[in-house]
C-alpha cells in the first residue's frame, strides 16, 4: 500500500514538473494528475500545489498576471484564464467545473470590454461549477456554494450561494482554522497538524486528498 502510495506520487510530481513548466515559479511538492493544459504566461504557484484534470480538462492560461498561494487545490475541468490579473491566496480549493475569468472578452453595447482583477482569499472554498467574474474579490474562508455566480465582492468568512451570488450567513470557526474547505488531508489547522497524519495513504499530509 505505503510503495503503491509512493510510487503514484513520484509519477504526479514528476508529471507535475512537464505540466507546469510554463510556470516563471512552482514551489516545492506540487502534484498533477490528468493531462491539464497549463499554459499562462506569467504564473507563479506556491508549494504543495495540485491539479486534477479528469473526467474534465482543467485549463490554467492567458498573458495576465496570475499568482498562486502555497497548498492551492485545483480540481478537474476547473478554467483560469488570466488576461489581467487572478491571485489566488493560500489554501484556496477550487472544485470541478470552477470557472475564473478577469475579462468579459466582448464589450457591451459598442463599449470596450471589462478587464478587471479577481482576487480569492486565503482558505476560500469555491464549490463545484461556480462561477467567479471579472473585478471580483473574495475574502478569506469563504464558502462559494456549488453553481453559485459571482458577481460583487464577497468579505471575509461567509456563505454566498446562487445566481447571482448572495450571502447566506457568516461561518464561524474554530480558533486558528485556516481553510473553509476542513479535511483530513493536509488542512493545517493546528489540531489536525498536532494530531498528524490520520490517512495511511498519506504518511506526509502536506497538500493531499481532495477538496
Ligand atoms: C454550501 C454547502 C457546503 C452547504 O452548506 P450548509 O452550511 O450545509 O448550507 P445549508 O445546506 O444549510 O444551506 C443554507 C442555505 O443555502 C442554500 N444553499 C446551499 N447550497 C446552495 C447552492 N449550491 N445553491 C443555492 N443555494 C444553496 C440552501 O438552500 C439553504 O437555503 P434556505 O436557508 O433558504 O433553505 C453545499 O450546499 C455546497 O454547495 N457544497 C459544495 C459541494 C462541492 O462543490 N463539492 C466539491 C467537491 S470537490
Not at 1 to 19: I, L
Not at 55 to 78: A, E
Not at 101 to 107: K, P
Request: aromatic share 6%; charged share 25%.
Amino acid at each position: 500500500m505505503a510503495t503503491q502510495w509512493y510510487a503514484a506520487e513520484v509519477r504526479m510530481r514528476t508529471w507535475a514538473m512537464w505540466s507546469l513548466r510554463r510556470a516563471g515559479k512552482v514551489g516545492a511538492r506540487a502534484v498533477v494528475l490528468g493531462r491539464p493544459t497549463v499554459d499562462a504566461s506569467d504564473l507563479e504557484v506556491g508549494d504543495d500545489f495540485k491539479v486534477w484534470s479528469g473526467h474534465r480538462k482543467t485549463l490554467i492560461s492567458g498573458w495576465g498576471r496570475l499568482r498562486i498561494g502555497d497548498r492551492v487545490f485545483v480540481n478537474c475541468g476547473t478554467v483560469i484564464i488570466a488576461v489581467k490579473e487572478i491571485v489566488l491566496g493560500n489554501d484556496v480549493a477550487l472544485a470541478n467545473e470552477v470557472s475564473i475569468v478577469d475579462s468579459n472578452s466582448h464589450g457591451l453595447e459598442g463599449r470596450p470590454h471589462v478587464e478587471a482583477p479577481v482576487r480569492i482569499g486565503d482558505g476560500t472554498w469555491v464549490g463545484n461549477r461556480a462561477m467567479i467574474l471579472p473585478g471580483v474579490t473574495i475574502g478569506r474562508r469563504v464558502v462559494v456554494a456549488a453553481g453559485a455566480v459571482v458577481t460583487h465582492d464577497v468579505p471575509d468568512d461567509c456563505l454566498v450561494a446562487g445566481n447571482p451570488a448572495r450571502l447566506v450567513r457568516a461561518l464561524e470557526y474554530p480558533p486558528g482554522c485556516r481553510r473553509a474547505w476542513h479535511d483530513e488531508w493536509g488542512c493545517p489547522c493546528p489540531k489536525l497538524v498536532a494530531e498528524g497524519p490520520s490517512d495511511e495513504r498519506r504518511p506526509d499530509v502536506a497538500g493531499a486528498g481532495p477538496a
